[in-house]
């Protein structure tokens, strides 16, 4: 006999849809043909041109028919190419300009040594700054019109460097005016960017950024307004007027 309630068991992680990676690419296609009309015309391009490539290398060097197999083989690798670049661009096109699309795309850096922390300050016109650590420093990246989001990107720099003074702070704006990074070539830019920091200044400098973060949610915050001779002593109430 069992004693006690029986402890609930843990919620299992939900099966895969039917179809698993064939119906994913299918449900992308449809997607992605919804914005992109000439879909079909670029993904024949793609398997025609690397297909033609290596058929010519093949018949050049002697070997046509095998050439020929793998000049098929690498026509379809070229057509997935293709096609994973227009699923991307298409899906950057849908998000542009809302609320966050910039964090939605710098969550795809989950690998190269990259720490991202979406929204570390936001103001009222919704405007977002989002922090990105890694090898070229703190990367400062703002979303919303420049002369707006620019007084939030300048507040935080001074943040960062009273924190972690001995590593660069570069704030970015994502947008389409001059001087800022459109949303599809964001990751791209990051990644260029030069490495000013070595590998162990990146781990510290996210254990320090992740202590100060902690501490600032650990204050207590009063509720409602603080007495004006300081604070209330414990079993007293202030006198109501």
Do not use: C
């Amino acid at each position: 006999m069992a004693l006690g309630k029986k402890r609930d068991k843990a919620p299992k992680a939900p099966k895969p849809p039917g179809g698993g990676r064939l119906k994913q690419t299918v449900e992308a296609y449809s997607m992605t043909a919804k914005v992109d009309k000439l879909l079909p015309l670029w993904l024949l391009l793609g398997f025609v041109v690397t297909f033609a490539a290596f058929l010519v290398l093949a018949l050049l060097v002697g070997h046509p028919i095998i050439g020929g197999i793998l000049a098929v083989f690498f026509g379809v690798l070229g057509m997935l190419v293709v096609f994973g670049q227009r699923v991307q661009k298409a899906a950057y096109s849908e998000i542009e300009g809302q609320p966050g699309a910039a964090a939605a795309a710098l969550n795809t850096m989950k690998r190269g040594g990259w720490t991202v922390t979406p929204a570390v300050a936001v103001n009222k016109s919704q405007d977002i700054v989002h922090r990105a650590v890694g090898r070229p420093g703190i990367i400062l990246i703002g979303e919303g019109p420049a002369n707006r989001v620019g007084p939030l990107l300048e507040a935080e720099k001074r943040r960062m460097n009273r924190f972690v003074a001995d590593v660069p702070v570069t704030d970015i704006v994502v947008g389409r005016g001059e001087g800022e990074i459109p949303l599809p070539k964001l990751i791209k830019f990051l990644r260029k960017m030069p490495k000013r920091i070595t590998g162990g200044v990146v781990v510290e400098t996210n254990d320090r950024l992740r202590a100060v973060g902690d501490l600032m949610a650990n204050v207590p915050i009063p509720k409602g307004p603080m007495p004006k001779s300081g604070r209330t002593p414990k079993g007293q109430n202030p006198k109501m007027r």
